[in-house]
T-cell receptor, first 116, second 114 residues
Framework: AQTVTQSQPEMSVQEAETVTLSCTYDTSESNYYLFWYKQPPSRQMILVIRQEAYKQQNATENRFSVNFQKAAKSFSLKISDSQLGDTAMYFCAFMKRIQGAQKLVFGQGTRLTINP | KAGVTQTPRYLIKTRGQQVTLSCSPISGHRSVSWYQQTPGQGLQFLFEYFSETQRNKGNFPGRFSGRQFSNSRSEMNVSTLELGDSALYLC?????????????FGPGTRLTVT
């Protein structure tokens, strides 16, 4: 079974600093997708960034980028120039496809606090 | 384009009762998935519906069921509620099909069982 591990339950940085959230996963599949979701106190889950496993290039979305190491099964999220609005729970997720159906497997989350 | 909507947003039920939660996907999206979020177990997949058919089911008891209508709206039902069913229930929609893999989440329904 696929598992996703986020080893940092909580992190805290100062505004404008760069922060990296760790995620490792376990799978025997070669074709899969990885995601980082953000869940602010409002509880709305927001897609931050996605990575297709067949792509070697790391995904980037503005201040958010990933370091995808397929052999190591590692998928970390880097947030540059952090802002107060980045304060949220961050979930790493592995997407498993089963004959057209999909299922997201989530890590336990990292609570990130950006301090002014 | 409107996002995923879920109703109601908050619900309080008593043990033994049943509850129905509703999810309206983004217009044009044909797939709806449901997840349960609790402090202890985290986010767990319940089931996915596509074109009114359940395509995938998580490891939950039969008390948890769902359905999808022809307009892609989905409902989730929990019968004989237990205290442990207290959770945030999230619905997510996607276009559907092999190439459409991004899921977009609704704001959730907070269910409290007393």
């Amino acid at each position: 079974a696929q598992t996703v591990t986020q080893s940092q339950p909580e992190m805290s940085v100062q505004e404008a600093e760069t922060v990296t959230l760790s995620c490792t996963y376990d799978t025997s599949e070669s074709n899969y997708y990885l995601f980082w979701y953000k869940q602010p106190p409002s509880r709305q889950m927001i897609l931050v960034i996605r990575q297709e496993a067949y792509k070697q290039q790391n995904a980037t979305e503005n201040r958010f980028s990933v370091n995808f190491q397929k052999a190591a099964k590692s998928f970390s999220l880097k947030i540059s120039d952090s802002q107060l609005g980045d304060t949220a729970m961050y979930f790493c997720a592995f997407m498993k496809r089963i004959q057209g159906a999909q299922k997201l497997v989530f890590g336990q989350g990292t609570r990130l606090t950006i301090n002014p | 384009k409107a996002g995923v909507t879920q109703t109601p947003r908050y619900l309080i039920k008593t043990r033994g009762q049943q509850v129905t939660l509703s999810c309206s996907p983004i217009s044009g999206h044909r797939s709806v998935s449901w997840y349960q979020q609790t402090p202890g177990q985290g986010l767990q997949f319940l089931f996915e519906y596509f074109s009114e058919t359940q395509r995938n089911k998580g490891n939950f008891p039969g008390r948890f069921s769902g359905r999808q209508f022809s307009n892609s709206r989905s409902e989730m039902n929990v019968s004989t509620l237990e205290l442990g069913d207290s959770a945030l229930y999230l619905c997510a929609s996607r276009l559907g099909g092999q190439a459409a893999y991004e899921q977009y989440f609704g704001p959730g329904t907070r269910l409290t069982v007393t």
